[in-house]
Each structure stands twice: as C-alpha cells, then as structure tokens.
C-alpha cells in the first residue's frame, strides 16, 4: 500500500495569511493526487485533482502542485471559511488512500 | 448535480451484520462512472472501502474485503455495502461517493454523500 504522510498535522494562522501543507508518499505516484476540505459534521470536499487541477467553482486562492512522491497545497490569503481539515489522496494504485490530515485552526 | 444519500444512523451490536444503501438522484448509475464508500471513524482520518462499477466490477480494500461487500442495484439507481462480523473498530460515519475514474488508472471523489454514522456497542 502507498502511505501518505502530511506535515503539519496541525497549523496555526490568521486570515490573510498563505499557508502551504506538503503529502509525501512512500512511492512515486505521478500527478495522481487529490487534496480535500472536510469541515466539522460535513462531507469532504474536491478541491484539486491531478495534483494541480482545480475542481471546478473552488476558488483561484486554492493552488496544488508536486508530482512523484512530493506534493504541496498553498491556500493564499487564508479566509474565514477556509479552517478545516485537509486531506490528501492518491489514486496511482489501488487500494486508494488517505493522507492523516492537517488541521488549519485560528 | 448528482446527490448520494445514504440511510439514516445505524446501532448493531458486535457481530452483527449491517447492510447501508445509496441512493443517486439527477444522474443514472448506469450511465457510467464507479461508485464507492468510504469511512471515518469519529475524530479520525478517511479509509477507502470499495468501488464497484455499474456492471458489478469492484475493486476493494484487502484489509476489509473478507467482511465488507459492495453490489450494485442499477434498476433503484442504488448502490449498497454489507458489513459483517461487526466491532467497536468499526464504528465511523459510512459516506457513499461518486468515484471519477481518471486516465484509466484509480479513482479519485468529487460527489459525497452526507454520511451515516454506525455505532457497533453491546
């Protein structure tokens, strides 16, 4: 199986900032990565595909990039509505996995 | 927009089996696309399941694939996963997804349900 490790697990910031959270995998898996926004109660949500493919209607602020075994998520200029947790996956080979997650609080 | 619900929260006992269905509204199962599940134990990260296609073909977990089964019901544009030999490690909220199959290779989600908690307790 691929592991994805996250870092941070948790990140403090204010709104305005650029925060960057990276997922590292235990093998190359190409551009075959998605990140997800999961709020408190809700559903993850598609933000990215493809490692820089943004899902349609999530905001430009939301930017991925990487490939291989390194890959990166910028939020810049952090809004209120963007605390949450955010989770990697990767979709190079089955089984499919998660990342642990990094929570982005005030 | 396609929309997945899944049933309402469940309580089974350790052992026990469960069975939870999704139901797709404003897209056809049979149109294409797999179709999968996906758990989060309270407080915890994301665990992929299975995904199964809407011509029965599936591809699922190995560390769950003895006790959990996926199927599909084209005719109810619906599709189920039975859980058996139920623990308390299986206690998560049970979210059922539109999985897009990208370049042939795996599976990424862009549709989620709202997900249904299931408890497993004596």
């Known amino acids: 199986d691929i592991q994805l490790t996250q870092s941070p697990s948790f990140l403090s910031a204010s709104a305005g900032d650029s925060v960057t959270i990276t997922c590292r995998a235990s093998?190359?898996?190409?551009?075959?990565l998605a990140w997800y926004q999961q709020k408190p109660g809700k559903a993850p949500k598609l933000l990215i595909y493809?490692?820089?493919t943004l899902q349609s209607g999530v905001p430009s602020r939301f930017s991925g990039s990487g490939s291989g075994t390194e890959f990166t998520l910028t939020i810049s200029t952090l809004q209120p509505e963007d605390f949450a947790t955010y989770y990697c996956q990767q979709f190079y080979s089955y089984p499919l996995t998660f990342g642990g997650g990094t929570k982005v609080e005030i | 927009q396609i929309h997945l619900q899944e049933p309402g929260p469940g309580l089974v006992k350790p052992s026990e089996t469960l069975s939870l269905t999704c139901d797709v509204s404003?897209?056809?199962?049979?149109?294409?696309?797999?179709w999968g599940w996906i758990r989060q134990p309270p407080g915890k990260g994301l665990e992929w399941i299975a995904n199964i296609y809407h011509s029965g073909s599936t591809y699922s977990n190995p560390s769950l694939r003895s006790r959990f089964a996926i199927s599909v019901d084209t005719p109810q544009n619906q599709f189920s996963l039975r859980l058996s030999s139920l623990t308390a490690a299986d206690t998560a909220v049970y979210y059922c997804?539109?999985?897009?199959?990208?370049?042939?290779?795996?599976?990424?989600?862009?549709?989620w349900g709202q997900g249904t908690l299931v408890t497993v307790s004596s």
């Open positions: 493809a490692a820089s």
């Open positions: 404003n897209y056809s199962i049979s149109s294409g696309s797999y």
């Open positions: 093998q190359g898996v190409s551009s075959y």
């Open positions: 997804v539109r999985a897009f199959s990208y370049n042939s290779r795996g599976d990424f989600f862009d549709y």
